[in-house]
Nanobody, 119 residues
Framework: QVQLVESGGGLVQPGGSLRLSCEASGIIFSGYTMAWYRQSAGKQRELVATITTDLKTNYADSVKGRFTISRDNGKKSVYLQMSSLKPEDTAVYYC?????????????WGQGTQVTVSS
């Protein structure tokens, strides 16, 4: 059974920092692209950052220069270091593991962790 378990969310003041973690089980972690998505109230889920199996990263324009995604294959974990947080970063953050085999993409999701940026 595949599980992605996020942690590290919470309440932080504008300008502050948080580090999200996601630990995976039930998958061959090193073979999956890992990503963080977020969804705020009344909006669609959006891609925040991705890190591929060969450590290539990609970020949404809104978080470039502020967020850093990383992974530790030995710990089967992916991280999102968030700094200079803004109120508009408030959202539920979801961990995603995905793999493309031939024409089929398989996605797994965590349950989400709330991040609230407010004074």
């Amino acid at each position: 059974q595949v599980q992605l378990v996020e942690s590290g969310g919470g309440l932080v003041q504008p300008g502050g920092s948080l580090r999200l973690s996601c630990e995976a089980s039930g998958i061959i972690f090193s073979g999956y692209t890992m990503a963080w998505y977020r969804q705020s109230a009344g909006k669609q889920r959006e891609l925040v950052a991705t890190i591929t199996t060969d450590l290539k990263t990609n970020y949404a324009d809104s978080v470039k220069g502020r967020f850093t995604i990383s992974r530790d294959n030995g710990k089967k974990s992916v991280y999102l270091q968030m700094s200079s947080l803004k109120p508009e970063d408030t959202a539920v953050y979801y961990c995603n593991a995905n793999v493309q085999l031939l024409l089929r993409r398989t996605d797994y999701w965590g349950q989400g962790t709330q991040v609230t940026v407010s004074s």
